[in-house]
């Protein structure tokens, strides 16, 4: 009796959603069992439960064995083989739509290397989920999406690009926890950009761009808009003169300041501060 075997599932369609499952299956190969060469016309990611085999497309030959995984990619030619003495067995499943490149696109199975190694069980289990739930009906169907979403966002958190973004998303707090905490302790100062950007380690021009990107604001704007949220706690919780406010957020030209206040809230500072007494 032959140990080989294959079991596919294929699914209902379903055009109301962004992407789909359309076909699944997990196969025990026979040796040198071939594909290819050929296009394929859907995504198909083949997960490798166990042996060996050959993966060819238009960049490469990839030796591929247990825990790999690879991506097929619409209309792009490919050819794909087990090993002769040891064949793989593999899950696999077909998917489309619109969020499929988007995603695929912030895993590490680009163009040039379609594929991953060293798959974990989590995305083993994910593999296994989809191939194992046919989807005959609609309701089926959307819950076969969700599964197949958990497997790309598990291919997405192991990729080395994930890792880059999650290095490059800690440098950006780490820059903007620097630069609002040196605001905030010596905002009654004259401050430049440049000691800003000095007090986060950074280039004028980077401390530029994360600020735009992530407040929507460039350092100048922040600080401005800094010292007027302090300077409106004064104006409410104290009866300080405008002149004593203005200095002590850290403008030393009081027509500057109401101009600055002015351009901010939309009336000026004497106009808030009676607005304020008023609401009490």
């Not at 064995?65 to 087990?82: K, M, N, V, W």
């Amino acid at each position: 009796m032959s140990s080989t075997f294959k079991h596919s599932v294929k699914s209902a369609s379903e055009e109301a959603i962004s992407m789909s499952v359309t076909y699944s299956g997990h196969e025990k190969c026979t040796p040198c069992h071939r594909w290819g060469r050929g296009v394929r016309q859907q995504y198909i990611l083949h997960l490798i439960l166990s042996g060996k085999g050959t993966y060819i497309t238009p960049e490469g030959v990839f030796e591929l064995s247990e825990g790999d995984i690879f991506l097929i990619r619409p209309f792009t030619e490919i050819e794909y083989y087990a090993d002769e003495n040891d064949p793989w067995e593999y899950y696999w499943v077909n998917f489309t739509g619109g969020d499929a490149e988007y995603i695929l696109k912030r895993t590490d199975l680009t163009v040039k290397s379609p594929v991953m190694h060293g798959c974990s069980e989590e995305i083993f289990s994910a593999m296994r989920e989809i191939t194992e739930n046919p989807a005959a009906h609609r309701y089926e169907n959307i819950e076969l999406t969700g599964r197949l979403y958990i497997l790309l966002s598990l291919l997405m958190k192991a990729s080395s690009r994930a890792v880059r973004h999650s290095r490059r998303e800690q440098e950006k707090r780490r820059i903007l926890k620097a630069a609002r905490d040196y605001i905030a302790i010596n905002y009654p100062l004259s401050l430049s950009v440049e000691d800003i950007a000095e007090a986060a380690a950074v280039s004028r021009t980077t401390l530029f761009r994360v600020f735009k990107s992530e407040l929507s604001a460039t350092p100048a704007e922040y600080l401005i808009s800094f010292r007027l949220s302090q300077a409106k706690k004064l104006l409410s919780e104290t009866d300080i003169s405008v002149a004593a406010v203005a200095r002590s957020v850290g403008y030393e030209d009081n027509l500057y300041f109401s101009r600055a206040f002015r351009n901010q809230e939309g009336i000026s500072p004497t106009q808030y501060r009676k607005l304020q007494q008023k609401s009490i």
